[in-house]
């Protein structure tokens, strides 16, 4: 056979197999991206049919750092550098729902972070406005939206705090970072009768708000408890509450405080990312406690909450709770057990590692665990997850708290 044609046929090989390869791995990452909004997004209560429809069509994984794209369809934050996240896919939705875009708004996005968030509010109003504070971020989120062609959005580094003057008003205004009050000129720049969703609080106590403009006024309305990255810049000059790293604590360990009484849905205070979770107020004589129910293995059953940790000054943990199971049984895989889990990260909040309590199996009355867990020289902050993670039956959990070991 001549060279020639020896090489020509070659080449075709190579390139119908990265083809296929091509297409094997965009069909992987449709199935992927296709489950995760049917668990993450539409069982977890998003009823917005075009916001489903954008959680469907945006390609999370293009938005993921290389490293973390295996778990771009997972329902969880993931670190993208400069101490930054991508928020989970069910935050996402669900702000989005609340921000009630319409075809004809003009929305101010304050955080753009990687892009993403931009990217499922395109297709859904006329022009997004995106701000991103740190230079690194805004120049590769800006280069991944025009990649994919998200043309109608606009994207500038700049203080977020400030907003965008010279493209104001806005119909709707969304914040993914977190200041502890709204910033003055982004409730300047909202249109009269304008949305503004955004997470107000303490740096790990946070609650995601739903702000409307009614006569040059902003009407609050909470939605439920959330955790995001602080608003850094001017915003984070005027922060007045700042958490002790050296005296990692939990709020709300009792569960007998609600969120708030406007709140759409009767959720304990300081805890958020909830899934299949409520207050049992007669799980103990006197004392609620939190219940997590699941029947299909494999769906989410959790609650969360972040604290600040110093691993220079904290060497160990001491993590205690009271627990009830009934038919507890592992979920789609062996290691889906309720567990009690600690996981932390370092400054750049990269993850470092969990430790755990359990697994918690079958059935059993009320009883006390206390256990001593290490944590890493490097770690700044942590978070506790509890809940059944993926098993199934019921589990209920009260008097959960933390403290350093010997204090």
């Known amino acids: 056979m001549p060279l020639g044609r020896l090489l020509l046929i070659t080449v075709s090989l190579v390139a119908s197999t990265g083809l296929a390869s091509a297409q094997h791995d965009r069909a992987d990452w449709d199935r992927q991206r ?154 300047e720049q909202l249109a009269e009768g304008g949305r503004m969703v955004i997470p107000l609080g303490e740096r790990f106590q946070q609650n995601l708000c739903l702000m409307r403009k009614v006569n040059g006024e902003l009407e609050r309305e909470p939605l439920r408890a959330t955790l995001f990255v602080p608003m850094t810049g001017a915003a984070e000059e005027r922060r007045e509450v700042l958490p002790d790293p050296e005296r990692p604590a939990i709020v709300n360990g009792s569960f007998d405080e609600i969120a708030d009484d406007e709140m759409e849905e009767p959720l304990p205070a300081g805890w958020h990312y909830l899934r299949q979770a409520e207050i049992d107020a007669k799980a103990r004589p006197d004392d609620p406690a ?9 769906l989410p059953s959790q609650a969360l909450q972040g604290f600040p940790i110093d691993g220079r000054r904290v060497k160990r943990l001491r993590v205690g709770f009271a627990a009830k199971g009934e038919g507890i049984r592992f979920g789609q895989q062996a290691s889906q057990w309720p567990y009690v889990v600690v996981s932390y990260y370092d400054e750049r ?48 959990l009260d008097d959960v708290r933390i403290a350093p070991a010997g204090g």
């Not at 939190?290 to 494999?298: H, L, R, S, T």
């Not at 290490?374 to 942590?382: G, K």
Request: proline share 9%; hydrophobic share 40%.
């Open 34 to 187: 296709a489950r995760m909004v049917e668990a993450a997004i539409i069982e977890a209560g998003v009823t917005n049919q075009r916001v489903v429809s954008a959680m469907r069509a945006t390609r999370r994984h293009e938005f993921v750092p290389l490293a973390q794209r295996r778990l771009a369809y997972q329902d969880m934050a993931l670190p993208i550098g400069a101490s930054q996240t991508i928020s989970p896919p069910f935050v996402v939705a669900y702000m989005t729902e609340q921000l009630d875009p319409q075809p004809t708004d003009k929305v101010l996005e304050i955080g753009t972070g990687s892009g993403y968030q931009a990217a499922v509010l395109s297709p859904l109003v006329a022009d997004v406005y995106t701000i991103e504070i740190v230079p690194s971020l805004g120049k590769r989120a800006a280069k991944t939206l025009s990649r994919l062609d998200y043309d109608n959005v606009h994207a500038r580094v700049g203080d977020g705090y400030q907003g965008w003057p010279e493209a104001a008003p806005f119909d709707k205004i969304i914040v993914t970072c977190s200041p502890e009050n709204p910033p003055p000129k982004l409730v």
């Open 290 to 298: 939190i219940a997590f129910k699941n029947d299909e293995p494999g």
């Open 349 to 396: 909040r990269v993850w470092l590692g969990d430790e755990v309590i359990g697994p918690l199996r079958g059935s059993f009355d009320w009883i006390e665990r206390s256990e001593e867990l290490p944590v890493p020289a490097s770690a700044r902050e942590a978070g506790l997850r509890i809940g059944l993670l993926g098993a199934v039956g019921k589990l209920w």
